[in-house]
């Protein structure tokens, strides 16, 4: 049973507008989630993360929120860029050094 | 950027054929993973390395074995690759010591016929 989800496999946004993509998890041990950027070919790239401490961390354009009690995290991109266009995959772990459990992703399509 | 270089980059290999696949970093750091990327799974750990000679399995550890006899490098291999395992591989390191935060490789896309 996969223990990270994010229930949309794909996301269509117009240039300008707010991408939203959320991530749903089970396990209460996950104190830590991260977001990553994946464009064809290359390796994910870290974009941003969070604290099960903290309900919100903002960078730039990139708003990570956390609901624990939901067991539910969203990212907001705004305003959305084409080159925004990529797959992300939301990510968790429950210490330090620990493995990273992945959800399956959401393609991000952001059209001009 | 991270200093992690994969090799090869891409393999196309037979059934019953043993496969190995390097990772290779230059700055020394001591946690590194392989994991395997598939169309609706995300990535998925198969093997971790927290110092030389110290390597544990992942979620899908069936199959493949480790080696990590030098700091930079962690290998990975196919005992004797299966289609199934026809997939994108990414290893990791943590960048800045004991953190959350992993930093992957380029990837080695493999196709076992």
């Known amino acids: 049973d996969q223990q990270v989800k994010q229930n949309s496999p794909s996301l269509s946004v117009q240039e300008g507008r707010i991408s939203i993509l959320n991530c749903d998890y089970t396990?209460?041990?996950?104190?830590?989630f991260l977001w990553y950027k994946k464009y064809p070919a290359e390796g994910p790239t870290f974009l941003i993360s969070i604290s099960s401490i903290k309900d919100k961390n903002e960078d730039g354009r990139f708003t990570v929120f956390l609901n624990k009690s939901a067991k539910h995290l969203s990212l907001h991109i705004v305003p959305s860029q084409p080159g925004d266009s990529a797959v992300y995959f939301c990510?968790?772990?429950?210490?330090?050094?620990?493995?990273?459990?992945f959800g399956g992703g959401t393609r991000l399509m952001v059209k001009p | 950027d991270a200093g992690i270089t994969q090799s090869p980059r891409h393999k196309v290999t037979e059934t019953g054929t043993p496969v190995t696949l390097r990772c290779h970093q230059t700055e020394n750091h001591r946690y590194m993973y392989w994991y395997r990327q598939d169309p609706g799974h995300g990535l998925r750990l198969i093997h971790y390395?927290?110092?030389?000679?110290?390597?544990d399995k992942g979620e899908v550890s069936d199959g493949y074995s480790v080696s990590r006899s030098k700091t930079e490098d962690f290998l990975l291999t196919l005992e004797s690759a299966t289609s199934s395992q026809t997939s994108v591989y990414f290893c990791a390191i943590n960048y800045r010591g004991l953190s959350y935060e992993q930093y992957f490789g380029p990837g080695t896309r493999l196709t076992v016929t």
């Open positions: 390395s927290y110092g030389v000679k110290d390597t």
């Open positions: 990510a968790a772990s429950a210490w330090a050094g620990n493995m990273l459990t």
């Open positions: 396990n209460s041990m996950f104190d830590y």
